[in-house]
């Protein structure tokens, strides 16, 4: 999955990289080149949200947390993971929703880049469901990843283990204590 990510980084590269070209040493500027390039970022922005929260890259808040009880720590997880599942299932529901609405629009950036190849004057007509597709599919890949992470932090608490990464990572150096 990572690779696929780096594949559309490097996409965005190369377009932008193209376009600097054809903009300053050419002087014709493609008109499609920033609005492919911010596709693109979308789809990485969404896609990736699941993988970020998986590897600990999201901001968290755990002072009251870490002095609370090892039962209220249960209860606020449950009730913090679970207030942010069911915002990413309403994310889904009506992002959908939305893009289906906008379906009937059509992303002009793949009409010129058609038009540059085929030109003949034809149309791809890719409908902007596409794009606007990107939100609930990266909410739910990220409601995937928070279940998983619930039912493992939960196990952790009900072990008595720590479910804070810091601690965690001082007692597998030997620094730190419980």
Known sequence: MMAFGCTLLVG????????VFFRYVLNSSLIWAEEMSRYLLIWITFLFLGIAFQRGE?????LLLRRVPRLAQIVLTVFAYGTSIAMLAALVWYGF???EVNSL???PAFDFIW????GDGSTLDVSSFWLYASVPVGAALLAIHLLIGLIVRIRRLAAGE???DDEIENES???GTR
Do not use: C, E, N, P
């Open 58 to 62: 999201m901001i968290s808040l755990s």
């Open 173 to 175: 150096l030997g620094t």
């Open 105 to 107: 629009q059509t992303l």
């Open 97 to 99: 929703k939305f893009a």
């Open 162 to 164: 720590s479910v804070f």
């Open 12 to 19: 965005i590269v190369v377009i932008m990289g193209v376009q």
């Open 115 to 118: 038009s540059i190849f085929v």
